[in-house]
């Protein structure tokens, strides 16, 4: 199973963004999915991630301005990132597991490679 992140950019604060993570060798139909952060100089974080039944989770620190979705049929993971902050800056991943619990708490099993957001002030 490979996940491919992609969309990452330069936006302005108060931007708006939309990353995706095109999964292929597998299905996400059963699978809970999630994307993660790190900031440059800090450890990777949770940001929000989707179960198998579509139940979202979302980091307190988003406050809303983030929304996880997906598409089975396209085997895809997506985040809508709005009013984007300086400190949104940071490589997104996405990853892949069978139970929300675990890959909320980094225990995915597939890991992308990452796409970096770039917010400028």
């Known amino acids: 199973v490979q996940l491919q992140a992609s969309g990452g950019g330069l936006v302005q604060a108060g931007g708006s963004l939309r990353i995706s993570c095109q999964v292929s060798?597998?299905?996400?139909?059963?699978?809970?999915m999630a994307w993660f952060r790190q900031p440059p100089g800090k450890e990777r974080e949770v940001v929000a991630a989707?179960?198998?039944?579509?139940?979202?989770y979302y980091a307190d620190y988003l406050n809303g301005r983030f929304t996880i979705s997906r598409d089975n049929l396209k085997n895809a993971l997506y985040l809508q990132m709005n009013n984007l902050k300086p400190e949104d800056t940071a490589v997104y991943y996405c990853?892949?597991?069978?139970?929300?619990?675990?890959?909320?708490?980094?225990?995915?099993?597939?890991w992308g490679q990452g796409t970096l957001v770039t917010v400028s002030s």
């Open positions: 989707s179960g198998r039944n579509n139940s979202p």
């Open positions: 990853a892949a597991g069978r139970q929300l619990d675990a890959v909320v708490f980094g225990a995915a099993d597939y």
């Open positions: 060798g597998g299905t996400i139909v059963n699978s809970a």
